[in-house]
């Protein structure tokens, strides 16, 4: 069973248009990480929420962690080609609460 | 900052074959860790390792070796490569501290023919 469902796994849209990718859970997170990873390079971090409810922005890019602490969406605004790749999201798991465990991804398109 | 390097970059083996990845961080990071990406598998934890000495088992951790003698290094050993290596391979390392960001390395992709 996967620990953490991401949607959609496809996602292609045209510059411009705005865009919400999600991260679902059974499993309640003390936090939450999303990663951005483009085409040749390893995934690049770009927020941790860690409360119930917690909104944060990165320019154009909103996350937000679910009040239950169990899913997280990241919304784009006036997506960009440069916002194309992987959007991974990720959680601390297992017994030493170190090992970072990722969703599948979602991988985005933005068409000039 | 150099950060994570992994070499190389690139390689094909053939079946049978054993080769070393290497990984080194010079952010003097206790924890590191070795995924493999696979097409819609998303990143698999290989090995991982909390200091020097210390290395213990991911998800999927058969066929492959790793080591820790130095607080940078953190190699990667396939003892007996297999077509169902082929992957990408990527190493990170982050502090010992909760919630905190894994730094990557550039990946490298291995292909086993």
């Known amino acids: 069973t996967q620990l953490l469902e991401q949607s959609p796994q496809f996602l292609s849209i045209q510059e411009g248009e705005n865009l919400t990718v999600y991260c679902n859970s059974s499993s309640v997170f003390s936090s939450l990480q999303w990663y951005r990873q483009e085409p040749g390079e390893g995934p690049v971090l770009l927020v941790t929420v860690v409360t119930g409810g917690e909104v944060k922005k990165l320019k154009r890019l909103t996350f937000q962690f679910g009040d239950a602490r169990k899913d997280s969406s990241l919304h784009i605004t006036a997506a960009q080609p440069g916002d194309t790749g992987l959007y991974l999201c990720?959680?601390?798991?297992?017994?030493?609460?170190?090992?970072?465990?990722f969703g599948k991804g979602t991988k985005l398109s933005v068409i000039p | 900052n150099a950060g994570v390097t992994q070499t190389p970059k690139f390689q094909v083996l053939k079946t049978g074959q054993s080769m070393t990845l290497q990984c080194a961080q010079d952010?003097?990071?206790?924890?590191m860790s070795w995924y493999r990406q696979d097409p819609g598998m998303g990143l698999r934890l290989i090995h991982y390792?909390?200091?020097?000495?210390?290395?213990d088992q991911g998800e999927v951790p058969n066929g492959y070796n790793v080591s820790r003698s130095t607080t940078e290094d953190f190699p990667l050993r396939l003892l007996s490569a297999a077509p169902s290596q082929t992957s990408v391979y990527f190493c990170?390392?982050?502090?010992?501290?909760?919630?905190?960001?894994?730094?990557f390395g550039q990946g490298t992709r291995l292909t086993v023919v």
């Open positions: 990170a390392s982050s502090y010992l501290v909760k919630n905190t960001e894994a730094f």
């Open positions: 952010m003097n990071h206790e924890y």
């Open positions: 990720a959680v601390y798991s297992g017994a030493g609460s170190y090992q970072l465990t």
């Open positions: 390792s909390v200091g020097a000495g210390i290395t």
